[in-house]
């Protein structure tokens, strides 16, 4: 398998804009992760999903934040409109199962809003 | 709280030892976990230790737990350039009434090695 992939790798933006990040778990993978990492606050979960249904979304900054999974390959990250504090590495990330397993992490998006 | 704490800076000498400390806050983690980030790269699993191990080797590594002290430290013998990274060290906590147990990582600790 690749592993997960993000696309894209880097995106610079403008304030106001919108941006949409992109990920693709692990093939048969359950759960797929979306962190955010800063120098400020470290790494962050922002949302889980699992069997393509979100979880727990208590870590999206606000309501300008959204995210999807359509099908079990494919989920996006939202930011509309997007500022420049939101200029960050966004991870996404899958596991197999619950509890210990091991979350496979994608390379990240380096995002950068002017 | 869920704060797992960690130093933000090592540099040591290739050859020496390093040893990377972590406090965390859930007596209840069922697992505690050491991931490694290299420059341009997401995190990878490195280690992990039960919560019911005082210690864990692995070749070069060495997890060592203190429950009591809520203390976790990842050893790495005859640390080489290529050990440096960023080190974060992370808990897993029962999230809310579901079976998962998510996972909070710490600030991370960079590993310099140097010639």
């Known amino acids: 398998d690749a592993g997960v992939i993000q696309s894209p790798r880097h995106e610079v933006t403008e304030m106001g804009q919108e941006v949409t990040l992109r990920c693709k778990p692990i093939?048969?993978?359950?759960?797929l992760f979306w962190y955010r990492q800063t120098m400020m606050r470290g790494l962050e979960l922002l949302i889980y999903?699992?069997?393509?249904?979100?979880?727990?979304d208590s870590g999206m900054p606000e309501d300008r934040f959204s995210a999807k999974m359509p099908n079990a390959s494919f989920s996006t990250l939202k930011i509309q409109p997007s500022e420049p504090r939101d200029s960050a590495v966004y991870f996404c990330?899958?596991?197999?199962?619950?509890?210990?397993?091991?979350?496979?992490f994608g390379p990240g998006t380096r995002l950068t809003v002017t | 709280g869920e704060d797992v704490e960690q130093s933000l800076f090592l540099s040591v000498r290739e050859g020496d030892s390093s040893v990377i400390n972590c406090t965390y806050t859930d007596s209840s983690s069922t697992y505690l976990y050491w991931y490694k980030q290299e420059p341009g790269a997401g995190l990878q699993l490195l280690t992990y230790i039960f919560s019911n191990m005082d210690m864990k080797q692995d070749q070069r590594l060495t997890v060592l737990l203190n429950k009591k002290d809520k203390h976790l430290s990842l050893r790495i013998a005859d640390t080489q350039t290529g050990d440096s990274a960023i080190y974060f060290c992370?808990?897993?906590?029962?999230?809310?009434?579901?079976?998962?147990?998510?996972?909070?990582f710490g600030t991370g600790t960079r590993l310099l090695v140097s010639p």
């Open positions: 093939s048969g993978h359950d759960y």
């Open positions: 990330a899958s596991s197999l199962a619950l509890g210990m397993n091991e979350q496979y």
């Open positions: 999903f699992n069997n393509n249904v979100p979880i727990d």
């Open positions: 992370a808990e897993s906590i029962r999230w809310m009434n579901t079976g998962f147990q998510k996972l909070v």
